[in-house]
């Protein structure tokens, strides 16, 4: 009789501070229906992996299921995984962090279920050829990756029955192969698709191995799979025709695999992800060709021999295309050498996986500044808001919150020991975001912010510490790929019973979401000078379709810093030719040590040229986490305006000061104007794609001040604006 090994590798995740209902949904059509009908079916062995965030969730929220999952493990019906404890990928965070990470998760299985865990789930299937040393010095056998990087590595189909060993540095970890086939049917097509599968592949020698390896998340809370998964009773019928065929499918686990069957030999795999993500990750002139070649490939009818030869980008391309991303994650490297400092002149005992191992029984063995800061600084790096593909990730405001709020609160702890409570300021001019321009980074007790001084000076992070909040959190527009899509009524589906895979889906969550695709050409800040054309208005500023005299967005500025009492001045200065004069603007911005106030001072001269009229106006973005919550308000002269701050757009004049009280994160925020402006203001909003469908997402409140001034050649035009930011 012809057999065949099955291997069932699920994956279930939550991202770090996800909203609670969330979970719950997530709880009640995913985590609790798989167990239970797992139960029923005890020939049906799986392996299962859980990220660190969502053990969390269930521990302090539905504690009877880790219970039940460790009887399943205790009747060796189940295998568990470890991996990075807040599912970080491992291949762009420091390598202490990787392996403090994983010994966590592998400490907190161990207490847990009673169990070893020696196979990982690699987060996103992100793999880098350096990973195999870090991973082997963290306890790891083996993992799964897709069969996708073993065909980018050269490999054919018949190849792909089996696992594989692989090294750096001589340390070896052993790869499994996962079906990109059995993604795509399981669970969205009838079992007979996948038994029928199963049966050609299988062989007399029965030696062949199948894995199958993707989020569990498909099973209930995808779109239409809760219907299909356990009313349908999908899941029910899939292990139910497992069991009928046992005879010849030999249902195991990868441990299980890895202990009865020989690897087939050595692999080298290529910097990979799963095909999506690698088209995702190109920048989108690039995947909008890269989709139209797929495209005809597919029609000439030869995908098969060509698509294992065309790949995408590399994940590492996000940090480029996303200029937000790659802040988190400058920031998240800062913190992380900030962090690991605080184990100077402590026990050399102290390692990487003593931490891991020591955070997951709740600092036991730890001091406590050491444990707060690395819980903190590991879940500031979860992945999730750090990319963006069919899931709303880097898009959606409240995950990135999360982000920075566990390094903001990381960085304080580090801090803190550091100056032992004293008042105290910090400068550094530093390459931060790793562009080979410098740029000036700023820290007190109370603010920490980020001057961009080659890119017309501006403000790309301010951190209000108390708050734990960046409230330059914010995105820009940007065309996607699939913006286009919106445009079409253009539903693909598939041939055949069963329902859609999210990557199949294309629906929107409201009419006429096209009139809001604008975009921006630069990046949301705050000090974006502008000098506006005649003819400006709001609506045109608002739509990124008026003209920005002189290019300040985006020329380099000049920048030079004078100590003050208890304090710094950063001077910048950025010089255009507009209309054939010479115009510069200087704009210093003061800080004091322990002060909740920043002080902006701008100078506006007409350096060489005729008298000329000036529409001047520097641009603040505020992310207020929700900007549709009632609790988030603009206000002047302590009244509220009627509007929240995502629906409030519009122009008013003669201001001499404004405010926004957020609720959400205990803030205060004013500014004030030594001259009276006119004030335009409006939410930036993108449209992005998560899994249900594309919809609007809030970015940020924008707030341009602005002034009208004739200028003689060598006169100067002056303005004072303040800063203020108040916990509440």
Request: net charge negative; glycine share 8%; proline share 4%.
């Amino acid at each position: 009789m012809k057999k065949i090994n099955l291997a069932m590798a699920l994956h279930f995740h939550q991202p770090v501070d996800n909203f609670d209902h969330v979970f719950k949904e997530a709880y009640e059509k995913s985590y609790r229906p798989f167990i239970d009908v797992l139960e029923r079916f005890p020939q049906i062995r799986v392996t299962l992996h859980y990220s660190g965030s969502l053990f969390e969730w269930i521990e302090n929220n539905r504690p009877e299921l880790l219970k039940r999952v460790a009887g399943l493990v205790e009747r060796g019906q189940v295998e568990m995984m470890t991996g990075g404890f807040y599912e970080p990928i491992l291949c762009v965070i420091p390598r202490r962090d990787s392996i403090g990470q994983i010994s966590m998760l592998t400490e907190y299985i161990r207490d847990k279920f009673y169990t070893k865990a020696e196979g990982m789930w690699l987060t996103e299937r992100i793999w880098e050829p350096h990973l195999p040393s870090i991973l082997h010095d963290a306890g790891i056998k083996y993992l799964v990756v897709d069969d996708t990087h073993f065909r980018y590595a050269g490999l054919l189909e018949h190849q792909l029955y089996g696992y594989y060993s692989t090294e750096d540095e001589g340390k070896v970890v052993y790869l499994f192969p996962s079906s990109e086939r059995l993604r795509y049917t399981i669970p969205f097509r009838e079992p007979h698709e996948t038994i029928e599968y199963l049966r050609d592949l299988a062989t007399e020698e029965g030696d062949r191995v199948l894995v199958y390896g993707d989020d569990g998340e498909k099973f209930g809370l995808w779109p239409e799979t809760y219907n299909w998964v356990y009313n349908q009773r999908w899941l029910e019928r899939f292990f139910e025709t497992l069991t009928h065929e046992s005879s010849w499918i030999n249902i195991t686990t990868l441990s299980g695999v890895f202990k009865d069957v020989r690897p087939h030999g050595r692999v080298y795999i290529p910097t990979a992800s799963y095909r999506e993500m690698m088209e995702w990750s190109l920048p989108t002139e690039s995947g909008n060709l890269f989709e139209e070649v797929l495209n005809e490939v597919r029609n000439s009818g030869n995908d098969r021999r060509y698509i294992p030869f065309l790949r995408g980008g590399f994940w590492r391309n996000f940090l480029e295309k996303y200029p937000e991303a790659n802040n988190m994650h400058k920031k998240m490297l800062r913190v992380s050498n900030k962090v690991v400092r605080l184990l100077d002149g402590q026990d050399q005992t102290l390692t990487p996986a003593y931490i891991g191992e020591s955070v997951a029984r709740k600092g036991q063995g730890l001091p406590q500044n050491i444990y707060e800061a690395f819980i903190e600084l590991w879940r500031g790096q979860v992945n999730c808001p750090y990319w963006h593909g069919v899931f709303g990730g880097l898009y959606l405001g409240h995950l990135r919150a999360a982000v920075y709020r566990h390094l903001i609160k990381a960085e304080q702890i580090a801090d803190d020991a550091r100056h032992k409570g004293k008042n105290w300021i910090e400068l550094e001019s530093v390459d931060f975001d790793c562009d080979g321009s410098e740029e000036l980074v700023v820290t007190t007790q109370e603010i920490s912010f980020v001057v961009d001084t080659h890119k017309g000076g501006m403000l790309t992070e301010l951190d209000h510490r108390p708050s734990f909040s960046n409230l330059l959190n914010t995105l820009a527009r940007r065309p996607e790929v699939y913006h286009k899509k919106i445009f079409t009524d253009n539903n693909r589906g598939h041939s055949g019973e069963g329902v859609h895979s999210i990557h199949d889906i294309v629906k929107s969550k409201e009419d006429n979401l096209h009139l809001y695709l604008h975009y921006d050409t630069y990046r949301r800040g705050m000090l974006i000078d502008h000098l506006f054309g005649s003819g400006t208005t709001l609506d045109a500023v608002i739509q990124n379709r008026y003209e920005d005299l002189g290019g300040f967005p985006w020329i380099p500025y000049t920048s030079s810093i004078k100590e003050i009492k208890g304090g710094k001045v950063i001077t910048l200065q950025g010089e255009s030719p507009v209309y054939g004069n010479r115009i510069s603007i200087v704009k210093k911005i003061k800080i004091e040590s322990g002060s909740p106030k920043l002080e902006f001072s701008y100078t506006v001269k007409n350096v060489g040229g005729d008298t000329i009229e000036l529409w001047f106006g520097p641009e603040f973005n505020f992310a207020m986490l929700d900007g549709n919550s009632n609790l988030c308000q603009y206000y002047m002269k302590g009244t509220p305006l009627e509007d929240t701050c995502q629906r409030s757009r519009g122009e008013i004049r003669d201001v001499s000061a404004i405010g926004i009280r957020n609720q959400l994160i205990s803030i205060d925020i004013g500014l004030s104007f030594s001259e009276k402006c006119t004030l335009w203001r409006y939410p930036v909003e993108t449209i992005s794609q998560s899994e249900s469908g594309f919809e609007r997402e809030y970015q940020s409140s924008v707030l341009i001040p602005h002034w009208r001034f004739n200028l003689e050649e060598g006169r100067e035009w002056s303005v004072q604006i303040t800063l203020t930011l108040r916990g509440i």
